[in-house]
């Protein structure tokens, strides 16, 4: 991590528009030569006087210790000043080369509101409890709209709905408590309902800030569907052990299942 001086420069006030004074641009320049200078080996630096560019500062160069390493420090110290780095890997140059840009402005602090994943999650489970209910036994006693609407009849469809719900749930609290292990911003997740098709349009979680580097980004990234397919395993076997097996009728209006290879292959190990 980058130690910085007392006499660092202070924060600019950078118009979202227009062009930059040439205080500005040289404040920009030293804030940043005094945060990257002992990690970081410049090739060249561009500047953008018109903040409608991309980024107010465009540095390309060699980074001298790992991206992980280094990045933490560089954006703290950059958001203390009131700005906001970026950094990628330059085309085609080796693992270590990359691009730097900073941008003018910090990203405020998120306050999510979390009645408002609460709520969607109460509707997402009512959604799919009643799809569940339409998929199950208790959809032949259906008879008018009310009886869609009996609790008996939509808490038929629990299986299906703790089922979908875990799976998904997995899925994105698996991205979330990523994101919170590496220190990066993160909301809840939000469900979406549907009382179509599954139950559920599926979910999401929103990063509240910028990922440190591609290393922590890909662990996010991949948290989500480790988790996922480490419930909808055991859960598919759960699922089949419960199911009867039938022969399949000759009416034209019936739906036949696809097998995947893994689906294939636990419907043998259950059934034989």
Do not use: C
């Not at 040289?26 to 953008?48: A, E, H, K, L, P």
């Not at 929103?206 to 290393?215: H, I, K, L, Q, Y």
Request: no cysteine; aromatic share 10%; charged share 15%.
């Amino acid at each position: 991590m980058t130690q910085l001086s007392s006499e660092s420069a202070g924060p600019t006030s950078t118009p979202t528009g227009g062009l930059l004074d040439d205080g500005q641009l040289t404040n920009v320049q030293f804030v940043t030569n005094q945060i990257i200078g002992r990690d970081m080996s410049v090739y060249s630096t561009q500047v953008n006087r018109d903040t409608t560019q991309q980024g107010l500062l465009t540095v390309r160069g060699r980074l001298l210790r790992p991206s992980a390493d280094v990045f933490p420090g560089w954006l703290r110290a950059f958001n203390q000043r009131g700005y906001t780095p970026f950094l990628r890997p330059m085309p085609d140059g080796d693992a270590d080369e990359v691009e730097l840009n900073v941008v003018a402005g910090v990203a405020p602090k998120a306050h999510p509101k979390v009645w408002i994943n609460a709520l969607l999650f109460a509707l997402t489970v009512v959604s799919t409890l009643f799809v569940g209910a339409l998929y199950g036994e208790a959809a032949a006693s259906v008879t008018s709209a009310a009886d869609l609407l009996r609790p008996s009849f939509l808490l038929s469809g629990w299986p299906f709905a703790a089922t979908l719900l875990g799976i998904l749930g997995a899925h994105e609290f698996g991205h979330y408590f990523a994101a919170r292990y590496h220190k990066v911003g993160v909301t809840l997740p939000y469900f979406i309902p549907m009382p179509l098709g599954f139950g559920t349009l599926g979910a999401f979680i929103r990063m509240t800030e910028p990922v440190p580097d591609r290393r922590k980004l890909f662990d996010i990234g991949v948290a989500g569907p480790i988790a996922g397919l480490i419930l909808a395993v055991p859960l598919l076997f759960v699922g089949l052990s419960t199911s009867p097996m039938l022969v399949p009728p000759s009416s034209p209006g019936a739906m036949l299942e696809g097998n995947s290879i893994l689906y294939y292959t636990a419907k043998f190990l259950v059934f034989g």
